[in-house]
């Protein structure tokens, strides 16, 4: 049995300002009993990986709309890595082309989900892929 909350971090890499789907994500995972850490706009890899470690998160969740998830999931995957904490879940959300999907998962994304996942896939995946973790 779980003995704490799963704790996400969802960010806003890079220049991208728009964050309502990220406050809508943030808030369904807290509802959903998550601990949920919303990082706010602009924030680089580095802020990203620093909060990441700083709140000993399970999962790190990007949401990007900006066009730039080429650049920016692979960056903060790696500093992720670079930072040891390579094993916290990375989940992508937001605007990324179908042919883009795999190079997302090659660079380090557990999953990607686009405009139409529902909350309750998110909550699933999640629980899915950190609770077998946290068990043991």
Do not use: C, W
């Not at 704790?7 to 220049?15: E, H, S």
């Not at 991208?16 to 990220?22: E, K, V």
């Not at 990007?62 to 094993?87: C, F, M, T, Y």
């Amino acid at each position: 049995m779980m003995d704490r909350r799963i704790r996400v971090l969802i960010a806003k890499p890079g220049l991208d300002g728009h964050d309502r789907g990220a406050k809508v994500v943030a808030r369904g995972l807290r509802d959903a009993g998550f601990e949920v850490i919303y990082s706010g706009l602009h924030r680089s890899p580095a802020q990203i990986v620093a909060a990441a470690r700083d709140e000993d998160v399970d999962v790190v969740g990007l949401s990007i709309l900006s066009g730039a998830h080429n650049q920016l999931v692979p960056a903060v995957s790696r500093a992720l890595k670079e930072a040891g904490i390579g094993d916290v879940l990375l989940v992508v959300g937001g605007i990324i082309p179908d042919g883009d999907r795999q190079a997302m998962e090659a660079a380090g994304a557990a999953m990607v989900f686009t405009p139409g996942t529902t909350i309750h896939e998110i909550v699933a995946f999640i629980r899915d892929h950190v609770r077998p973790v946290l068990d043991q």
